[in-house]
């Protein structure tokens, strides 16, 4: 029993030291900039608006976006993963033709150095998907959105090579890409272009995310449509992902803000507060699941770990389950 008591004390501090609100680099925070990103552009109306204030006004004159269509296929490998996440859309251009536009969310905090190699990857998995289903190939338009604190410096795909005369430029691949790197734009700019009051406000989080300070001191600027956006249940939720998104991807002082907040909305700020009430408790409970799993490893009795944990029959029955499950997968 000492053994068992000694155990418990040790999972019970390593689970009181846990913090859940605290920000988690690497996989959790590319992973919290990706959800925030797909979040915003996979609704057609923020799209739409971004495409055609983004992309050259030729282009945008003869795509349909009646026609945009969210494409739920998968295209980015291991590979690429690490360094893109991407929404695609289908659409009409011209009178007939069909396009692919790719709008590819940059992981990294600091430029890609060769771009276009990880472009014409991501290209052949999208041809490479459509010649598998024996498809016609589409014209792909990447646009790759930035938002790292070093400024992208865009070259072309043949200043990567030596100098080449006209014979040997002939062996190099010609595609060009859209950048959208968000430090080309200022606040105001990025409010005077985009109208939308979701895509306004998602654009300007996303351009300080890294910044703190910057985003407490502009609330007034970053947030003054709010009140207009928590009008209807749709602008509630968005706020909701703009929360967790700021809770999860800064270390931002959660009381100051909130008290900056209820300056512009006593509404978002309380809404801000419930949210990250929620989180805490989510994160909470996924470690006292930890903490039972390891004790059901370690054959601690049920009763000890219910006492312990405060989980239910229940759910400790189903941490139990997939243990199971793990130890026939290692046996397989």
């Known amino acids: 029993m000492k053994e068992i008591f000694l155990y418990l004390c040790s999972k019970i501090l390593n689970f009181m030291e846990l913090k859940p609100m605290e920000n988690q680099l690497d996989k959790t925070t590319i992973s919290s900039h990706d959800r925030f990103f797909k979040e915003l552009f996979s609704k057609k109306e923020e799209a739409s608006e971004f495409i055609a204030k983004t992309l050259p006004k030729e282009i945008v004159e003869k795509i349909d976006f009646q026609s945009l269509e969210i494409d739920k296929t998968e295209y980015i490998d291991s590979k690429l ?3 893109f996440s991407d929404v695609v859309y289908n659409c009409k251009y011209g009178s007939s033709t069909n396009i692919k536009v790719s709008l590819l969310f940059e992981h990294k905090s600091y430029p890609e ?4 190699l990880q472009l014409l990857g991501y290209m052949h998995k999208i041809w490479e998907a459509q010649m598998k289903q024996k498809q016609k190939l589409t014209h792909v338009i990447p646009i790759i959105f930035y938002h790292g604190e070093r400024k992208w410096e865009k070259k072309t795909f043949e200043s990567y090579f030596d100098k080449a005369d006209e014979a040997l430029q002939n062996y190099i691949p010609r595609f060009d890409y859209q950048l959208i790197d968000t430090s080309d734009y200022t606040d105001d700019q990025i409010i005077e272009l985009f109208r939308g009051i979701q895509l306004q406000l998602g654009m300007l989080i996303l351009k300080n995310i890294f910044d703190e300070q910057q985003i407490i001191q502009k609330s007034n600027k970053i947030f003054g449509e709010i009140n207009q956006l928590l009008q209807n249940e ?3 939720r968005f706020f909701e992902t703009v929360a967790t998104y700021l809770i999860y991807s800064t270390q931002l002082e959660i009381l100051k803000f909130v008290e900056k907040m209820r300056t512009i909305s006593p509404k ?8 990250a009430k929620r989180l805490e408790m989510k994160g909470r409970l996924e470690g006292v699941k930890k903490v039972a799993y390891s004790m059901i490893q370690e054959n601690i009795p049920d009763e000890v770990i219910l006492k312990v944990t405060k989980l239910t029959q229940k759910e400790l029955d189903y941490l139990k389950t997939l243990k199971k499950f793990e130890l026939e997968l290692e046996i397989l």
């Open 81 to 83: 993963r690490t360094n």
């Open 113 to 116: 150095m060769f771009p276009h």
């Open 234 to 236: 749709q602008g509630e």
């Open 268 to 275: 978002a700020g309380e809404k801000f507060i419930s949210t």
